[in-house]
């Protein structure tokens, strides 16, 4: 468990799980010697064979007075056909979560920053056979888009299931709210547009008393992709626009004080994006 402080805002990140994953996996660019041609700056991020080390994890938000939980991972009995260690997981990350004073009743908001299967798995838990919501007193903000997209999709059950059994249920229940990307959440946290990775996407934006924080979804899944915005997710939905997003994301907050946390940041998770030599580059 980490945790941050911006102001008067405080972020906890829960981890589910830490994998570590050939680059390949994720960004067909990513071979293990360009990943590490990038240098020591990568070195929290990447093993010594140049694989990945990534996070999934959750990070609760407190801000005036709210509860407000950015992603929920890939969660527990979750039949995943395409994602063998993803599927059928037995883990103790909701008991964790209560552990770490986060118990599920005390949960006011639930950010979807989009609808693939290790954002929304906690959404729900299996209760005599059925899906319910998980954090039944929250409500549970996706993108009116993003929800447009994939309540129609009808084709890899990887990016189906998440939905029938991670979303629809939230959705039935009553406690979803399909919210424009823009929508301000309390006066120190509001959703920003990052499209591309998903038709919807979002990330997480924070300022309080002159600190700035930013959540990136999985607008980028790696630091790497700060010094090679082009590199192309194969899951993204449509390449060129989140490679369009990525390179306004990194500029805009390059030499910035604003923190950026990775949501598939392994590590410290958290750092700032800077120009060194004429490169952008994340420093944890």
């Given at each position: 468990m980490l945790t941050w402080q911006i102001g008067d805002v405080r972020i906890t990140r829960l981890q589910e799980q830490e994998p570590i994953w050939s680059g390949t996996m994720i960004l067909p660019d990513a071979t293990p010697e360009r990943v590490k041609e990038e240098g020591e700056w990568l070195n929290p991020f990447i093993d010594d064979a140049g694989r990945f080390k990534l996070s999934i994890h959750s990070l609760i938000v407190e801000s005036e007075g709210r509860r407000i939980v950015v992603d929920t991972c890939v969660g527990n009995d979750k039949h995943r056909p395409g994602f063998k260690d993803w599927s059928n997981l037995h883990l103790p990350f909701m008991k964790e979560l209560e552990q770490a004073g986060f118990a599920r009743t005390t949960i006011d908001t639930v950010i979807c920053t989009h609808l693939h299967l290790d954002h929304v798995g906690w959404n729900t838990t299996l209760e005599n056979g059925n899906w319910v919501p998980t954090f039944p007193r929250a409500?549970?903000?996706?993108?009116?888009?993003?929800?447009?997209?994939?309540?129609?999709?009808?084709?890899?059950?990887?990016?189906?299931?998440?939905?029938?059994?991670?979303?629809?249920?939230?959705?039935?229940?009553?406690?979803?709210?399909?919210?424009?990307?823009?929508?301000?959440?309390?006066?120190?946290?509001?959703?920003?547009?990052?499209?591309?990775?998903?038709?919807?996407?979002?990330?997480?934006?924070?300022?309080?008393?002159?600190?700035?924080?930013?959540?990136?979804?999985?607008?980028?899944?790696?630091?790497?992709?700060?010094?090679?915005?082009?590199?192309?997710?194969?899951?993204?939905?449509?390449?060129?626009?989140?490679?369009?997003?990525?390179?306004?994301?990194?500029?805009?907050?390059?030499?910035?004080?604003?923190?950026?946390?990775?949501?598939?940041?392994?590590?410290?998770?958290?750092?700032?994006?800077?120009?060194?030599?004429?490169?952008?580059?994340?420093?944890?």
């Open positions: 409500r549970y903000l996706m993108g009116q888009r993003e929800w447009d997209y994939w309540s129609k999709y009808d084709e890899s059950p990887d990016f189906r299931l998440p939905i029938e059994d991670s979303v629809r249920p939230v959705v039935d229940a009553g406690l979803a709210e399909l919210v424009e990307p823009n929508l301000r959440i309390t006066g120190e946290v509001w959703l920003e547009p990052t499209p591309g990775h998903t038709p919807g996407h979002i990330s997480v934006r924070i300022s309080s008393r002159g600190e700035n924080a930013v959540i990136t979804g999985d607008m980028m899944h790696h630091p790497i992709q700060i010094a090679h915005p082009d590199w192309v997710v194969g899951f993204d939905t449509d390449p060129k626009l989140a490679v369009e997003t990525r390179r306004q994301f990194v500029q805009k907050y390059c030499d910035q004080p604003v923190r950026v946390l990775g949501t598939h940041f392994a590590g410290p998770t958290a750092g700032h994006i800077v120009r060194r030599n004429g490169r952008f580059r994340f420093e944890a």
